[in-house]
């Protein structure tokens, strides 16, 4: 089965999801190899050598003027482009937000359905069935696919990224025709995130503030926390809506979706939706003042009290054992 994989990567570092996605491709290609598609922004270098080990044959990076910023729709057409050209039965991609809206607009060009969020997928009977995270994580649905091209996205940090033997791929440069309308979207400035530099997607740690940090400035203490941790700062939509805090640092359905090794919770209810961006954390941490609060069914720990006295309470006592 001939599958394309499309690849998210930032100057040749490939992100996990990305790798999540190869994965479940490999299984849906039964053992054909995978090619690949990314876009080459100016000289950067493509990801080829990080791609070793994940099946893939060819990776075809598309190049040109369209690609210096990130342009969904200039992406979309690039991977139609090639998707016919290689006559793949499957298009397969990283169920991240950026993955999710170029893999939107490649059904939309394509005029085929869109399987987002799959956990599973398999190919049987001229058809693709798929197994695929609904309703913000709260429900598994699984359902057929009925198309000549299969579209997929696999939902981030749900199947574990497994290795071959294969080495890097060979790459083709490739410059696809593009429609005038594909560069109506594109990115046009870029603003740092507050979080350090710390991304909230792939930190190991996170520290997030709910409406219990009761203003902007009751942040102070989770920054603090978090700069002591080395780990990014979060936030539940209750502070993004009261702005508080940028959306980039919300977690959850409509914000960011992490799987850090700790998460801490503060002031946060956990919500569904909120949960559904961060029940892929290996532990939570959740400081609440209510021992009735939905997210102690989820937290692994937790401690009752007002996050105002056992936020600085935490940070005076990691300051006290490193020092002693
Ligand atoms: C379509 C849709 C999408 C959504 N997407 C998201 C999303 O992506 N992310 C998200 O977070 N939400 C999302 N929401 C909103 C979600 O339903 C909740 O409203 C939101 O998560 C609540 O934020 P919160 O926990 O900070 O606030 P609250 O629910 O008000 O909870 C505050 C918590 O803080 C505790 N608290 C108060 N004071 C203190 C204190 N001094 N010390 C310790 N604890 C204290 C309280 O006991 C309470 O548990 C979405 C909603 C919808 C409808």
Known sequence: MSVLVYVEHAAGVVDEPSLQALTLARGLAGGDALQAVCVRVGATQSPADALAGHGVETLHAAAGEAFAAHAPCAIAEAIVELSRRLSASAVVGPGTERGNEVLAHVAGLLDLPLAANCVAAASSD??????????????????????????????????????????????ETFTPTLSDAALALRVA????????????????????????AGSAEGFAIVEELAGLLGAAVGCSRAVTMAGWRPHTDQVGQTGTKIAPDLYIACGISGATQHMAGCKGAKRILAVNSDREAPILASADYAVIGDMHEIVPALSVAIRAARSS
């Open 126 to 171: 001229g058809g693709t069935n798929v197994t695929r995270v609904r309703w913000g994580g709260s429900l598994l649905e699984v359902a057929r696919v009925h198309a000549p091209t299969a579209l997929l996205t696999v939902q981030p940090h749900a199947v574990p990224i497994e290795t071959t033997s294969s080495g890097a791929p060979a790459v």
């Open 189 to 212: 400035e870029r603003l740092g995130a507050a979080t350090g530099g710390i991304s909230l997607a792939d930190a190991k740690v996170v520290v997030s503030g709910g409406r219990g």
